[in-house]
């Protein structure tokens, strides 16, 4: 009996109503919960295919198959032995004509041609190498579906040549080496090895489903594509293209389809253009993946009109756990809607941005390290909850303003961003908004810059910003709102912000005399002698906004430079801080929410609202 079949756009509603009823655990999928090492197995599929983001049938997960009622297909180079109904040899061609099981094996030049009607056909795989040098190997004219089973052990390959023979000049399909116009179903405990010289790889022009299999593909264009849907289980993948991606699905006609599901296995990509691109949605349940688009991260050469995108979806991308290590070209992760990210690990090199949202980018929690960048985090909101992410960018660190990105708007070597410069006038549609997680931004154009507000209300925002006067380690066009963690922002003074004055926490904004070093310990002590913050950044500053929960209104700090902590270091701050021998600077009393001073404790009046450098 079929599995009910769920559409994608109600599965991610779902999961995006599930994953915010706990604070502790936001990602509620029972298959996200596995170890950061573990890939998906069938079994888990298996009894776990209500939680997935994929459509199966339980016929999806059956590698099993009756040799007694199956028909033989002994292949013999230019000939074939056939025990059974249903098929027959013609002309260096094997066509299967009637539903039923047939169990394939031996070396054949030609091809496996399905004209089945209505019925389903199950292939299996076993010790097979076909080889066609005029069109596909194996080609599903038309069936139900076709179920293949590589069999438990064995090394299947299929090999086309870069010339197809068609029989009138406006036909242009088949276009891969294995091409279905129908529902396409891959399992089994075998190996597929899978060389398109011509075009595709791997593609159905209807569903395409694997649910297990070693899957190897070289192809000129795309690896593996399927026209509504691509619902993958598990696996193990080693995909490399040319000219195109490495998975597709391109359905642009129909607003439920063109989805990419991945439910499990492990991925090495090497990919011409994007790694793995929906037409609509990509959804992640969890998986190991590793992509490089082009030749990575540094990568010049490329046409810039083109996409080298890790992952991208003209829909949503929701990703719940696994590991992922992307080098692209373009962007690493890009959605024309939005980015939720409910967990995984991260390592990403972009040419452009790191992670990319037309509208929301929602980081619930994680660990994401962005080692390159133009733009690390970017989209109209950006809102984190919880993870620990560490970014380097050439311009904003993670920026928050209005607009979508194109193709040919891209930032960085693609072109001019589409989201531009902050316009002056707080949006209330533009935000950055942080309530948990511990994040590290070092950049060289903004730090955090949002054309509306910007809010903290939990966890710890660490700012390395730059070091010219044209860009502010914090910039925003609305309203900094304060009210829990620990921010400690640095870099240059000539636009410096620092936080509100209507937050509920207090901020102290540090002016020096001139350009302090990278490394440069500043320590803030209350009245009794506890270090509130001791802090060197990690590049030059001349000024340093510092949040904590211990700065209170009334109190008087004390402001030291150099010296020593014992403490333990993690991006310039120190934890459970041991700090001496440093010099005195100044003696500070918060009279207000918001204090602005120089290094000797005068007040300066503006400097928090990018007024440039303090009165001297």
């Known amino acids: 009996m079929k599995k009910a079949k769920l559409g994608l756009t109600v599965l991610t509603m779902l999961v995006f109503l599930l994953s915010g009823c706990t604070k502790e655990d936001p990602n509620t999928n029972t298959l996200s919960s596995k170890n950061s090492e573990d890939v998906i197995t069938v079994e888990d599929a298996k009894k776990s295919t209500e939680n997935k983001y994929g459509t199966y ?49 031996g070396t054949y030049d030609g091809q496996i041609k399905i004209s089945a009607n209505n019925e389903q056909v199950h292939l299996v795989l076993n010790e097979v190498s076909l080889t066609n040098a005029s069109s596909s190997a194996i080609y599903v004219e038309q069936a139900k579906k076709v179920i293949t089973t590589l069999a438990d052990g064995s090394k299947n390959t299929l090999i086309d040549s870069s010339n197809y023979t068609f029989a009138s000049a406006d036909e242009t399909e088949p276009d891969a080496i294995f091409f279905s116009k129908d529902d396409l179903v891959i399992n089994g405990k075998g190996t597929l090895d899978v060389t398109g010289s011509y075009d595709n790889g791997i593609r159905s022009k ?56 991945i439910d499990g296995g492990k991925f ?9 691109q929906a037409e609509t949605n990509l959804s992640i349940s969890t998986a190991n993946i590793t992509v490089q688009t082009a030749n990575g991260y540094d990568d010049h050469t490329i046409d810039t009109t083109a996409s080298y995108k890790g992952l991208k979806a003209s829909g949503n991308i929701i990703i719940d756990d696994g590991n992922f290590d992307f080098n692209a070209a373009d962007d690493t992760i890009h959605s024309n809607a939005t980015v939720t990210i409910n967990n995984g690990r991260f390592s990403l090199a972009s040419g452009d941005d790191g992670i990319h949202a037309d509208t929301d980018l929602v980081i619930n929690n994680g660990t994401i390290a962005i080692s390159n960048s133009y733009e690390g ?28 990105s194109g193709e040919s708007e891209q930032a960085g070597q693609f ?86 004055d209507s937050s509920a926490q207090a901020t102290l904004s540090l002016y020096f005399d001139d350009t302090k070093a990278a490394g440069t310990l500043i320590n803030l002590k209350n009245e009794s002698g506890k270090t509130i913050a001791s802090v060197a950044p990690e590049k030059a500053f001349s000024h340093i906004a510092i949040s904590s929960p211990d700065l209170k209104v009334g109190e008087t700090i004390t402001l030291s430079i150099n010296g020593k902590d014992s403490g333990t270091v993690k991006n310039g701050l120190y934890n459970n801080s041991n700090y001496s021998s440093g010099t005195e600077l ?23 609202m990018g007024g440039g450098q303090p009165p001297r």
Do not use: C, H
């Open 57 to 105: 049938d339980e016929e999806d997960f059956d590698e099993s198959y009756d040799e007694s009622s199956a028909t033989k297909i002994e292949l013999k180079k230019t000939s074939a032995e056939i025990d059974g109904s249903g098929a027959s040899e013609k002309d260096n061609i094997i066509s299967i004509t009637a539903g039923g099981t047939y169990i394939i094996s």
């Open 415 to 500: 072109g001019t961003d589409a989201f531009g410069e902050p316009g002056g006038d707080g949006d209330s549609t533009n935000f950055i908004e942080i309530n948990g997680g511990n994040i590290f931004v070092n950049a060289d154009g903004d730090g955090i810059d949002s054309n509306g507000d910007v809010r903290m209300t939990s966890g710890t925002l660490i700012v390395n910003g730059p070091t010219d006067n044209g860009n502010a380690a914090l910039d925003y066009d609305g309203t900094f709102t304060m009210d829990g963690g620990m921010l400690v922002s640095s870099g240059s003074s000539g636009m410096a912000m620092a936080s509100s």
């Open 586 to 608: 100044a003696k500070i009393t918060l009279e207000n929410v918001m204090t602005s001073v120089d290094q000797s404790g005068a007040k300066v009046s503006g400097g928090q």
């Open 268 to 276: 090495n990509i090497q990919s011409g253009n994007d790694g793995i």
């Open 377 to 404: 985090l970017e989209g109209a909101s950006v809102t984190i909850n919880n993870g620990t992410i560490s970014l380097l960018a050439s311009d904003d660190g993670i920026n928050a303003a209005g607009g979508s």
């Open 206 to 261: 209807d569903d395409l489903v694997i649910t297990n299999g070693t899957i190897n593909v070289t192809a000129k264009n795309n690896a593996i594509k399927g026209k509504d849907s691509i619902s993958i289980a598990g696996g193990t993948f080693s995909l490399k293209t040319t000219e195109g991606d490495a998975i597709q699905a391109n359905n642009s006609t129909d607003a439920d389809k063109g989805w990419i599901a």
